[in-house]
């Protein structure tokens, strides 16, 4: 198959995930809120939490063959089937709120 790396890979789809189309559509709304200059700085640790997050993932991904389930096997993989378990329903609960964040985004 294609291997497509570190960056093309992992780090982008990430990134454009978090980075989507919640962030565009929300930032007038965000500087309404608070004003420029704390727009300006939450989005800025939105932006570095989304980047470390990315690379970390990164770096566990491409640190070994991903099977299947996804993110899931690797966190299991990395942390333990206990924590893993208890992480793995976590990710599941943020999956379908994101999900619906996505919707009602497009909907508006």
């Given amino acids: 198959?294609?291997?497509l790396g570190t960056m093309k890979g992992?780090?982008?789809?990430?990134?454009?995930?978090?980075?989507?189309?919640?962030?565009?559509?929300?930032?007038?709304?965000?500087?309404?809120?608070?004003?420029v200059i704390q727009c300006t700085l939450v989005v800025g640790l939105c932006i570095l939490s989304t980047v470390i997050t990315s690379l970390s993932l990164?770096?566990?991904?491409?640190n070994g063959?991903?099977?299947?389930?996804?993110?899931?096997f690797?966190?299991?993989?990395?942390?333990?089937?206990e924590i893993g378990g208890s992480v793995g329903v976590i990710f599941y609960l943020g999956t379908t709120i994101a999900a619906t964040m996505y919707i009602l985004v497009a909907i508006e």
């Fill in 74 to 81: 690797i966190i299991s993989r990395n942390l333990g089937p």
């Fill in 1 to 3: 198959g294609v291997k």
């Fill in 10 to 35: 992992v780090y982008l789809p990430c990134v454009q995930n978090i980075l989507g189309v919640i962030l565009f559509l929300r930032l007038p709304w965000i500087a309404a809120q608070a004003g």
């Fill in 58 to 62: 990164a770096a566990i991904a491409t």
């Fill in 65 to 72: 063959q991903v099977q299947a389930g996804g993110p899931y």
